[in-house]
Every structure is written in structure tokens, then in C-alpha cells.
């Protein structure tokens, strides 16, 4: 059996050659042989949806469908196109989809939402204006621990020009003070 | 981080290449859509050094097409596929939906789903962690954490295709190098959660065949699990029911998540005559919970889902009747 083996990947509009491991999952290769760290290992083993990337047969058109790259052997993606989150920004700055999350506070820590929005991404591909079903059901794949989704549904709605973010502003985060100018008292510690 | 033991993938270009690699491969397994076999062989269940891809055989196995009194379907249809495109066959659409989550429904095959290898709470777990029990009889070990001093593996049938197409009355067509059979579907499955399938090492399944009289079929798909999205049934079931004048004529009821091999209630011609109605509801439910033994196996409480069993039935009846 060989132990390494030469594969090609198609990943955000460019092919790439790779010596890898023949067991190399799509998610490995491109996070650490192509150094595309935005895709993130989460479980590993297909339930959270943190490694999601949108794939089509390459001789196709558009981005494709969202898969799982954790459970995708390299090997296998080879007649793939990808696309991974970091190809979701155009020249012209970043996608609506992106925009819509930042606008609406529709992260907290940040680890779902590669995936996240990938798969909401691929939904308005197919269905410019989903109802909020849809969008639950499109983002359903994808669990994220920290925002209980509700500003998540938002921002697709945003994405699709269907509403605006809600009137409250994301908190105002105060400018903080370089830390080692912040004046900690000593405390005395009484033996 | 979960790192694949060493697999080498080959891709053949037509059935008959695969067939021939998984013969003269030794140990090597088939790779559908991957959603089944990548997490289990992350989990060390498999010892096999080469898997033969089918990716390359979509072409020639991704159909859903009508031909002789049969609706055929590919085996490389993806489960997303069949959710919209067998609406001919609501009950199989139905399941199809609730597969586990959007991605993998895209990833997922019908063959695979068919083949889906049992689940147990014992054996869908890391290496270190299975290690940490001593093993069980279905990888590494010899005794039985569910069954106590249980000599075969009850670990549970968990595909949501397989009842459907059970309680639908369809067959399958497997190739292997020495040729090709076709097996009504209810001579698949075996009673044993190690290998629950009467698949040889060579053979792959190409199609499932289901008579188009299914269509005319009252139907209808039923499923309990924690979450409605992402999770693995922890009941299924699938009922079919001819009607006529008011009457049932022929009713199959199959249950799954249970055991090794789903589940076809025996003993329903008796029903034939009785009126399509919330009785013969009542009485399927009866029936089921009497043949059916929920157990440790899937990690939701074997009392709870025993409890449900005859209601899930209920109202999976009442909807096939309903529409
Ligand atoms: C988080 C999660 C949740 C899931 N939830 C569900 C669920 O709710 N319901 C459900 O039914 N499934 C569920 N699944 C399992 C799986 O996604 C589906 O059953 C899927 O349809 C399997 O198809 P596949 O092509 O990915 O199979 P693979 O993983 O490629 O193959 C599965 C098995 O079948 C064999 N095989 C595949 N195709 C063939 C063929 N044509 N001939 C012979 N052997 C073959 C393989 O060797 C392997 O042993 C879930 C999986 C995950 C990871
Ligand atoms: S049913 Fe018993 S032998 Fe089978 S996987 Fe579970 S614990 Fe192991
Ligand atoms: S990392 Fe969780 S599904 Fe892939
Ligand atoms: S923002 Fe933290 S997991 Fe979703």
C-alpha cells in the first residue's frame, strides 16, 4: 500500500498539487496543506457542520452544494471545485451574506460561522428570497453554541434584502486601554 | 481531531472495475457518499487498507426512472436527490427529508443508506474510549454491553430508507464479478448487528426496484429523534396500506431502530376487510409493541422509546389514511 500519494485539488478557483497522506481528508489538506484554516475541525466525524464547504463537480457552474470536508477523503475530492470560506469574498470586499452577519451581531465566538455562512451562501444561490422554514431548515447542519441562531435567521433575511438588521445597533465595544496601562491595585494579602 | 487510519481510495470508472478492485483488494470497502464509513473507520470499527470510491460511477448510477412495472432508483442517488425527486413515493421523499442534516443528505447515497452499518452507544466511539470497556462482540471484543451474556450483536438497523422500502414491498440488484442477483429487500437484512446484510465482500449494490403498484399505496413515514435535525432515528417505521371502498386489503408495517434487521409485523392478513380507519390504527399499534423490543443499544431510554412505539405507530397509520 502507498503511503502518500499526489492528488489535485480545485479549491477556490485554482488547482493545487499536493503529496499527501493517502488518508488525508479534504478538511486536513486544505487546512493544513493549503494553509485555508477558515474551514474549522469541529467534531471531526460529521455532526456540527464547522467544516463546511460548498462543492460541485468540476466541469459544472456556480458554487455548488455544502458537504462536509471532515468526513471527505482528498483523495476523493479530486473532481470536486471547492469553495471554502475564504473564497466567499468577490473583489469588490466581502459577500452580502458576510456583511449581513457582521451587521446584524450574528457571531459571538466565531467558530460556526465559516460554515454557517457557506451553507447560507448556497441556499440563496438556489432560493434568492427563502422563507424563515427554509432558512432554519438550510442552516440545520450547522449547530452553533454560542448565538441560540435567532440573530443568525436575521442576517440571512438581511443577506436577501428581505428585512433590515433590527434597530439596535451590536454593542458598542469601548476602545480598551493597552493593558499595560490599566492600574491594577496591588492587593494586600493578609497572612 | 480524528485522523483516519491509513486508506488508500481507488477510483474506478464503471461498476465492473469496482467490483473487480473490491475482489482482488482484500478487506477493501466500498465508499459511497462517506457519511457512514469516514466516521467509523475514524472510530477504528473497519480493518481495511483500500476503499473503492464510486464517485466515478455517477453516471451510470444516478437515475430515478420508470421501466417495467418497476420505479427504479440508482444507487447513487443522493439522499437530497430522492427527497424531491421520488415524490411518487411519498413515504420514501418523506424519510428522505429527515435524514440526518442538510450536508449530509447531500452526501449521502442511497446505496449507502441501505448498507449503513449498525449503531450501537458501545460502538460508535473512539478506540480509546471502546478500549476503556474492554471492547464488545462486534469489533475487538466478546461479550455484549447491551445483551448480557449475549452471544450475537443486537446493535440497531438505523437507515430511515430501509423501513420505507421494506413496508413498500422493494427489491435490490447486486453485482459482483460473478455476475448479478435481485433480492426482495426483506432477504437483505440479517439478524446480526455485526454484519447485518447478506452483502458479499465483492458485491455492490446498483438498484433498488420498487413496483410501481406502490404508488397507489397509502403510505406514509414515521420517526422519533431528539433533535429534528442531524440525529439518527431512535425509532423509525413505515407503513404502507392498500385501500379499497373504505377497506384495507393489504397492510405492511415495518419498524426499525430497534435491532439488526428492521422489523416486518408479522401476522397483519387478518386485517384484510377491516374498515381503513383509527381501529386498524389501534390495532397496528398493538401488534408493533407486542413484536418490538426497544434496547440499550441506541442511547435513548429503552423504557421511553417502548412507551412511544404504539403511538408513533398511531399516528404514522392515521397519516398514510389521512392522505
Ligand atoms: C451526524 C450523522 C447523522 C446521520 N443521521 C442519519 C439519519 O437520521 N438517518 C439515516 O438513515 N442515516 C443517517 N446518517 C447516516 C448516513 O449519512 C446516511 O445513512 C447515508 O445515506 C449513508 O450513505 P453514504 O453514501 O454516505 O454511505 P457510505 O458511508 O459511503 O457507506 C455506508 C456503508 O455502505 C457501504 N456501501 C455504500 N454504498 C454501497 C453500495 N452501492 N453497495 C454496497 N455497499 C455500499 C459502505 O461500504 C459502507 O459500509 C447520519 C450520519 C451522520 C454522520
Ligand atoms: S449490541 Fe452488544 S455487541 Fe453489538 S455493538 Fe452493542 S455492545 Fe457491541
Ligand atoms: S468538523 Fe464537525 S461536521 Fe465536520
Ligand atoms: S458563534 Fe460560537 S459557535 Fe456559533
Known amino acids: 500500500m502507498r503511503k502518500t500519494e499526489l492528488i489535485k485539488l480545485f479549491v477556490n478557483g485554482e488547482e493545487h498539487s499536493l503529496a499527501v497522506p493517502v488518508q ?33 463537480p468540476r466541469q459544472g457552474s456556480g458554487r455548488g452544494e455544502p458537504i462536509l470536508s471532515c468526513i471527505t477523503l482528498a483523495a476523493d475530492a479530486q473532481d470536486l471545485a ?31 460561522q465559516p460554515g454557517m455562512m457557506l451553507s447560507a451562501r448556497a441556499l440563496l444561490d438556489n432560493c434568492p428570497k427563502p422563507s424563515l422554514p427554509q432558512i432554519k431548515e438550510a442552516l440545520s447542519g450547522n449547530l452553533c453554541r454560542c448565538t441560540g441562531y435567532s440573530q443568525i435567521y436575521q442576517a440571512v433575511q438581511v443577506a436577501a434584502g428581505m428585512r433590515k438588521p433590527s434597530a439596535r445597533a451590536p454593542v458598542q465595544a469601548e476602545r480598551a486601554a493597552p493593558s499595560d496601562s490599566v492600574a491594577h491595585p496591588v492587593k494586600e494579602i493578609v497572612p | 481531531m ?39 473507520l475514524k472510530y477504528g470499527m473497519y480493518e481495511t487498507q483500500h476503499l473503492v470510491a464510486l464517485r466515478g460511477l455517477s453516471k451510470e448510477l444516478r437515475y430515478v426512472r420508470e421501466e417495467d412495472d418497476f420505479v427504479k432508483l440508482g444507487a447513487l442517488c443522493s439522499i437530497d436527490q430522492l427527497s424531491r425527486e421520488a415524490s411518487m413515493l411519498p413515504a420514501l421523499a418523506d424519510a428522505c427529508a429527515q435524514i440526518a442534516g442538510p ?23 473512539t478506540y480509546f474510549w471502546r478500549s476503556a470497556l474492554g471492547f464488545c462482540l462486534k469489533k475487538d471484543g466478546t461479550l455484549c454491553h447491551v445483551v448480557k451474556g449475549g ?88 407503513v404502507a396500506l392498500e385501500v379499497a371502498q373504505g377497506a384495507v386489503k393489504s397492510v405492511a408495517l415495518c419498524v426499525s431502530a430497534i435491532a439488526a434487521r428492521p422489523a416486518l409485523i408479522r401476522g397483519l392478513e387478518d386485517l384484510a376487510g377491516r374498515p ?25 431510554d429503552p423504557e421511553w422509546r417502548r412507551e412511544v412505539l404504539p403511538v408513533l405507530v398511531r399516528r404514522t397509520v392515521s397519516r398514510a389514511l389521512q392522505d
Not at chain 1, 469553495?83 to 459571538?108: H, K, N
Not at chain 2, 399499534?285 to 435513548?300: E, F, S, Y
Request: aromatic share 4%; proline share 5%; glycine share 10%.
Open chain 1, 24 to 56: 488525508r481528508t479534504l478538511l486536513e489538506a486544505l487546512r493544513y496543506d493549503l494553509g485555508l484554516i477558515g474551514s474549522k475541525q469541529g467534531c471531526d466525524k460529521g455532526d456540527c457542520g464547522a467544516c463546511t464547504v460548498l462543492a460541485r
Open chain 1, 82 to 112: 471547492v469553495t471554502t470560506i475564504e473564497g466567499l469574498a468577490g473583489p469588490q470586499g466581502l459577500d452580502v451574506v458576510q456583511r449581513a452577519f457582521v451587521d446584524c451581531g450574528a457571531l459571538q465566538c466565531g467558530f460556526c
Open chain 2, 2 to 40: 480524528m485522523t483516519l487510519p491509513a486508506v488508500e481510495v481507488l477510483r474506478p470508472g464503471s461498476v465492473a472495475e469496482a467490483v473487480e478492485l473490491l475482489r482482488d483488494k482484500p478487506g477493501a470497502r466500498v465508499l459511497a457518499g462517506g457519511t457512514d464509513i469516514v466516521p467509523n
Open chain 2, 103 to 125: 450536508q449530509l443528505r447531500r452526501m449521502g447515497t442511497l446505496g449507502g443508506n441501505l448498507c449503513l452499518d449498525t449503531r450501537c452507544v458501545y460502538i460508535n466511539q
Open chain 2, 151 to 238: 452471544k450475537r450483536c443486537v446493535a440497531a438497523a438505523s437507515n430511515d430508507t430501509a423501513p420505507v422500502l421494506l413496508a413498500l414491498g422493494a427489491s435490490v440488484r447486486l453485482v459482483s464479478p460473478r455476475g448479478e442477483r435481485i433480492l426482495p429487500l426483506r432477504d437483505f437484512y440479517l439478524q446480526d448487528g455485526v454484519h447485518n446484510t447478506v452483502l458479499q465482500s465483492d458485491e455492490l449494490l446498483v438498484e433498488v426496484r420498487v413496483p410501481v403498484r406502490a404508488r397507489s399505496l397509502k403510505q406514509a413515514f414515521g420517526k422519533l429523534r431528539m433533535r429534528a435535525a442531524i440525529d439518527f432515528p431512535a425509532l423509525n417505521l413505515a
Open chain 2, 276 to 300: 381503513a380507519d383509527a381501529r386498524v390504527a389501534e390495532e397496528l399499534a398493538r401488534r408493533a409493541q407486542k413484536q418490538c423490543k426497544p434496547l440499550t443499544n441506541i442511547g435513548v
